[in-house]
């Protein structure tokens, strides 16, 4: 195996690994590991296909934009946030109808592809410029100004909404004091403020 290949197989495994790693964790921070070594492993594909822009591009948007913001909204609810009145009977129902119709799409895609298999598509010459920074700057910012802007304010949203939901939840109350003097002054720790208020005669008869 030569060292190429050996490249290309563990960028693979890393990526693949990273995107089990997401979905399957339960804690939010491994999670989001896990999608920091997926993009990791992605941008090390690139690199085997002398991509080294996009490879950049996905180290320094991805990995330090994109993840630093989810593991920034993960901070601001918790690590372990999680969904309010949904009882385990509704949670499991929906983990089951999710993954069947996840298995009915993936059976679907695949038959749907070995039936229109007709062996791989040539693919034809390209400009000496494709893939160059010029290339993909007057792409992006020509024909993908408008999804760039959309994306950016997705971005924005997310945080602001996570931001919002962070501080309207719900805290708990403390509990109103007791009415009865004794209990104010001798079911606690003392404070100053009961100097104020002396027991009234006859109260612990």
Not at 34 to 44: C, D, E, M, S, Y
Not at 57 to 86: C, E, H, K, R, S
Not at 114 to 129: I, K
Request: proline share 7%; aromatic share 6%.
């Amino acid at each position: 195996m030569s060292v190429s290949s050996l490249f290309f197989a563990v960028c693979g495994v890393t990526a693949l690994v990273g995107a089990l790693g997401t979905v399957i964790a339960k804690n939010p921070i491994r999670g989001a590991v896990g999608l920091l070594a997926t993009i990791v492993g992605i941008a090390g594909l690139f690199l085997k296909l002398a991509a080294q822009f996009l490879a950049a591009i996905q180290l320094i948007v991805y990995a330090g934009a994109v993840v630093v913001l989810f593991v920034f909204v993960i901070m601001l609810l918790g690590p372990d946030a999680n969904l309010v009145g949904t009882t385990p009977g509704k949670a499991r129902f929906s983990r089951a109808v999710s993954a069947i119709f996840v298995i009915v799409i993936a059976i679907a895609a695949i038959f749907g592809l070995s039936s229109g298999w007709g062996g791989p598509t040539p693919l034809g010459p390209v400009n000496s410029d494709h893939g160059s920074v010029e290339a993909v700057g007057g792409m992006l910012f020509h024909a993908g100004t408008v999804p760039f802007e959309l994306a950016t304010a997705l971005l924005i949203v997310a945080v602001v909404g996570a931001i919002a939901v962070a501080r309207t939840r719900a805290h708990k109350r403390p509990a109103p004091p007791a009415d009865n003097e004794t209990k104010r002054l001798f079911h606690g720790p003392l404070h100053p403020r009961d100097a104020e208020h002396p027991l009234p005669k006859g109260a612990l008869r």
